[in-house]
């Protein structure tokens, strides 16, 4: 089978033991970077010598059709350099691939900037949208911040640091100077950092310059503005029209913002009352 496993990204002590384990037992490892796997082996004090072969953007639609051949007479181990394989790391063609051939796929949770990030950032966690790296032409940026101005989910961000200052101010441009925005720096290292404010503060901030791996999360469209107390009047008036208590706390969480479950407690609560 495909073994999908997720690596630390930046604290070794996040490696699960699943991941030792696997990494003990491979015979064949799908990385990233050859040599960063190597460096994580001989960190976590693994003496197996598996055959490595290189799976990244460049070669992974030629590489999938070998892999996926071998996955069907033995496990073949997947890494990125760190988090994850297939999110915004290779992968996804492989994964594709094997489930196209009917060959099984598995994977080894553990640790996520995406997640991470999301966590500690502070912002509404219930529903978010993670879209990568933003596109590094000005233009191609624009559109796609504009595209995005009005979701009201939380997102998630990866960026560059050589670059941290011109998308916090292209963001600002498009969402608004004073949304609510979070940048993670470093996690789970030495020197993790994690900067709240609106993204015209942050963005003044990062101008200053900004070393490391890099985490953006943005607050949703409207989810500071929306009132609860309005928000459960909508989520009654649908009620009184028909609607399940449940469908009604989800459609206006969904146009709000705001948390479904605490919309569905509130209803019920002011049912209860006299």
Same mark, same amino acid.
């Given at each position: 089978?495909?073994?999908?496993?997720?690596?630390?990204? $930046?604290?070794?002590?996040? !490696?699960?033991?699943?991941?030792?384990?696997? +990494?003990?037992?491979?015979?064949?490892? !799908?990385?990233?970077?050859?040599?960063?796997? &190597?460096?994580? #082996?001989?960190?976590?004090?693994?003496?197996?010598?598996?055959? +490595? @072969?290189? #799976?990244?953007?460049?070669?992974?639609? &030629?590489?999938?059709?070998?892999?996926?051949?071998? !996955?069907?007479?033995?496990?073949?181990?997947?890494?990125?350099?760190?988090?994850?394989?297939? @999110?915004?790391?290779?992968? *996804?063609?492989?994964?594709?691939? /094997?489930?196209?051939?009917?060959?099984?796929?598995?994977? +080894?949770? $553990?640790?996520?900037?995406?997640?991470?990030? %999301?966590?500690?950032?502070?912002?509404?966690?219930?529903?978010?949208?993670?879209?990568? *790296?933003?596109?590094?032409?000005?233009?191609?940026?624009?559109? #796609?911040?504009?595209?995005?101005?009005?979701?009201?989910?939380? #997102?998630?961000?990866?960026?560059?640091?050589?670059?941290?200052?011109? @998308?916090? =101010?292209?963001?600002?441009?498009? *969402?608004? $100077?004073?949304?609510?925005?979070?940048?993670?720096?470093?996690?789970?290292? %030495?020197?993790?950092?994690?900067? =709240?404010?609106? %993204?015209?503060?942050?963005?003044?901030?990062?101008?200053?310059?900004?070393?490391?791996?890099?985490?953006?999360?943005?607050?949703? /469209? $409207?989810?500071?503005?929306?009132?609860?107390?309005?928000?459960?009047? &909508?989520?009654?008036?649908?009620?009184?029209?028909?609607?399940? +208590?449940?469908?009604?706390?989800?459609?206006?969480? !969904?146009?709000?913002?705001?948390?479904?479950?605490?919309?569905?407690?509130?209803?019920? /609560?002011?049912?209860?009352?006299?």
């Amino acid at each position: 089978m495909i073994i999908l496993a997720a690596t630390p990204i $930046g604290n070794l002590g996040d !490696a699960t033991t699943r991941l030792v384990t696997a +990494l003990e037992e491979a015979t064949t490892i !799908a990385a990233e970077d050859t040599r960063t796997t &190597q460096r994580l #082996l001989q960190a976590l004090g693994v003496t197996n010598r598996p055959r +490595l @072969v290189a #799976l990244h953007d460049h070669n992974e639609k &030629q590489r999938a059709e070998e892999l996926v051949e071998r !996955a069907r007479t033995e496990d073949v181990l997947v890494l990125s350099d760190a988090g994850m394989p297939t @999110v915004s790391d290779p992968g *996804f063609g492989l994964v594709a691939a /094997a489930a196209a051939a009917g060959v099984r796929v598995t994977v +080894l949770p $553990g640790p996520s900037a995406v997640l991470a990030a %999301l966590a500690v950032s502070g912002l509404p966690t219930d529903r978010f949208a993670f879209e990568g *790296f933003p596109p590094r032409k000005p233009g191609e940026r624009r559109r #796609l911040f504009d595209q995005l101005a009005g979701e009201q989910r939380t #997102l998630v961000f990866f960026e560059a640091p050589s670059r941290i200052a011109e @998308v916090l =101010r292209a963001m600002a441009d498009a *969402f608004g $100077g004073d949304r609510r925005a979070v940048v993670c720096r470093e996690l789970t290292k %030495l020197h993790e950092e994690v900067a =709240r404010g609106t %993204l015209d503060e942050l963005a003044a901030w990062a101008a200053e310059g900004i070393r490391g791996e890099i985490v953006i999360v943005v607050d949703g /469209a $409207g989810a500071r503005e929306t009132d609860p107390a309005d928000a459960l009047a &909508q989520v009654q008036r649908l009620v009184a029209d028909g609607i399940r +208590l449940k469908d009604a706390a989800a459609e206006v969480a !969904a146009a709000t913002g705001l948390s479904s479950r605490d919309l569905y407690q509130a209803a019920l /609560a002011a049912r209860a009352r006299p």
